[in-house]
């Protein structure tokens, strides 16, 4: 079983709606998990990260964790075309706490 | 904050030659930096981690003598590929890791190499 599962899309929604993004974790004792963006042809950048269970905002960004249910998620809301790229979940090793291991990624497309 | 650079961003060399990549955190001190790799349309795949002032630890797979790891202060890890062949053509990135609580630990991203192997 991978430790991070992500569908791989593509997620297609319209402009301004809220697109969903999911990811499940295989190791249940993961504390921290991260949620990395990577447009076509460039390097991943931090979205943000979420360590408690519940809901953690940033601006039109929502982290979900749930650690009974081992997944989190990641909600956009108002959607822009300017957010269409690939969205990486992350989370700690099992052998290594501070390596990563990321989940293949989910294609997110808006129409405009 | 938390700014790393890479160098160059795009090289093209010929089959048998030697690559060198730089890695810089520009405004923290980095005491561990990451070397990723990533084939089109795959996810990022760990190589090695480089530990200031110590050896590289490389994961499975990798080989160490192809891939040459020097850590030699807290901003700067360097990667060199060495007699490079078309099967090493990919997306090289670094990372380097902030340090916080370990619930905290977030690595940042590099823009990344890429590389061609004629």
């Given at each position: 079983?991978?430790?991070?599962?992500?569908?791989?899309?593509p997620?297609?929604?319209?402009?301004?709606?809220?697109?969903?993004?999911?990811?499940?974790?295989s190791?249940?004792?993961?504390?921290?998990f991260?949620?990395?963006?990577?447009?076509?042809?460039?390097?991943?950048?931090?979205?943000?990260?979420?360590?408690?269970?519940?809901?953690?905002?940033?601006?039109?960004?929502?982290?979900?964790?749930?650690?009974?249910?081992?997944?989190v998620?990641?909600?956009?809301?108002?959607?822009?075309?300017?957010?269409?790229a690939?969205?990486?979940?992350?989370?700690?090793?099992?052998?290594?706490?501070?390596?990563?291991?990321?989940?293949?990624?989910?294609?997110?497309?808006?129409?405009? | 904050?938390?700014?790393?650079?890479?160098?160059?961003?795009?090289?093209?060399?010929?089959?048998?030659?030697?690559?060198k990549?730089?890695?810089?955190?520009?405004?923290?001190?980095?005491?561990?930096?990451?070397?990723?790799?990533?084939?089109?349309?795959?996810?990022?795949?760990?190589?090695?981690?480089?530990?200031?002032?110590?050896?590289?630890?490389?994961?499975?797979?990798?080989?160490?003598?192809?891939?040459?790891?020097?850590?030699?202060?807290?901003?700067?890890?360097?990667?060199?590929?060495?007699?490079?062949?078309?099967?090493?053509?990919?997306?090289?990135?670094?990372?380097?890791?902030?340090?916080?609580?370990?619930?905290?630990?977030?690595?940042?991203?590099?823009?990344?190499?890429?590389?061609?192997?004629?």
């Open positions: 079983q991978k430790e991070v599962e992500q569908n791989s899309g997620l297609s929604v319209p402009e301004g709606a809220i697109a969903s993004l999911n990811c499940t974790y190791d249940r004792g993961s504390q921290s991260f949620w990395y963006r990577q447009y076509s042809g460039k390097s991943p950048e931090l979205i943000m990260f979420i360590y408690s269970n519940g809901d953690k905002e940033d601006g039109r960004f929502t982290a979900q964790l749930n650690k009974a249910s081992q997944y998620s990641l909600l956009i809301r108002d959607s822009q075309p300017s957010d269409s690939t969205y990486l979940c992350a989370a700690p090793r099992m052998d290594s706490s501070y390596k990563l291991i990321f989940g293949s990624g989910t294609r997110l497309l808006v129409r405009p | 904050g938390a700014v790393v650079s890479q160098h160059p961003s795009r090289v093209i060399c010929k089959s048998g030659t030697s690559v990549i730089e890695c810089r955190s520009l405004d923290f001190q980095a005491t561990t930096m990451f070397w990723y790799r990533q084939f089109p349309k795959q996810s990022l795949m760990l190589m090695a981690t480089s530990n200031e002032g110590s050896k590289a630890t490389y994961e499975q797979g990798v080989e160490k003598d192809k891939f040459l790891i020097n850590h030699a202060s807290l901003t700067l890890s360097t990667l060199t590929v060495t007699s490079a062949h078309p099967e090493d053509s990919s997306f090289y990135i670094c990372s380097a890791r902030t340090l916080g609580t370990s619930y905290t630990d977030t690595q940042y991203f590099g823009p990344g190499t890429r590389l061609t192997v004629l």
